[in-house]
């Protein structure tokens, strides 16, 4: 099956600092990339996703990149601000053509202001 | 609203009690998902479920079961709680689309 693997496993920047979060899969027919936030105590949310047709995707301070042949992906966040700060997931779809996910272990991203 | 609920919020109990958590969603949905999670740390996936009377078992052994009698309604039974099942509980669904999560319960086995 699918095997995620996610680094760092804590993270900490300055306030206006540039934050990135890599992600490596092992199943080659994984086509489906989403990134999840999840803030203290709150349930988390999809910030951003990519699917294997696609090399970057960018959402105004988030990025994401893709490299279908190393398998891994990462997470650019630029400008961090406090409210950043949060444990941040990537997943990758179980198989070709299925949304179920398999996600890495998180990292906890602090931005200290 | 479109979202997917999830009741209690916390719960506190004795060990060996039957506890059902609940988990509805309003999006029509027809997969839904339970993961166990201690705070900020790693999602297991315990269950799962692709439609009405389909239900599987995830990655992480679990002691619970599950049921999907109807598309919006996917609980998950307890039937006696230990200490080590102190976590929390989220509740997840999609279609072909991302995966949306409830806001979870809390358990503490006393």
């Known amino acids: 099956g699918e095997n995620v693997e996610q680094h760092p496993s804590t993270l900490s920047v300055q306030e206006g600092d540039s934050a990135v979060i890599k992600c490596t899969y092992s199943?080659?027919?994984?086509?489906?990339f989403p990134w999840y936030k999840q803030e203290l105590g709150k349930r988390p949310q999809l910030i951003i996703d990519i699917r294997s047709n696609v090399g970057e995707k960018k959402d105004q301070r988030i990025a994401v990149t893709l490299n279908k042949t190393a398998k891994h992906f990462s997470l650019h966040i630029t400008e961090t601000q406090p409210e950043d700060s949060a444990v941040y997931f990537c997943a990758a779809s179980t198989r070709a053509g299925s949304y179920q996910l398999t996600f890495g272990k998180g990292t906890k991203l602090s931005v200290i202001p | 609203e479109a979202d997917i609920y999830q009741t209690p919020r916390y719960l506190v109990i004795g060990t060996g009690k039957k506890i059902t958590l609940e988990c509805s969603q309003t999006m029509g949905h027809d997969k839904m998902y339970w993961y166990q999670q201690d705070p900020g740390m790693e999602l297991h996936l315990i269950h799962y479920s692709y439609g009405v009377n389909s239900t599987e078992k995830g990655d992480l052994s679990s002691e619970s079961t599950v049921s999907r009698i109807r598309t919006e309604h996917f609980p998950l039974t307890l039937e006696s709680a230990r200490p080590s099942h102190t976590s929390q509980y989220l509740c997840a669904s999609q279609s072909n689309s991302p995966l949306h999560f409830g806001n979870g319960t809390r358990l503490t086995v006393t």
């Open positions: 199943d080659s027919a994984s086509n489906y």
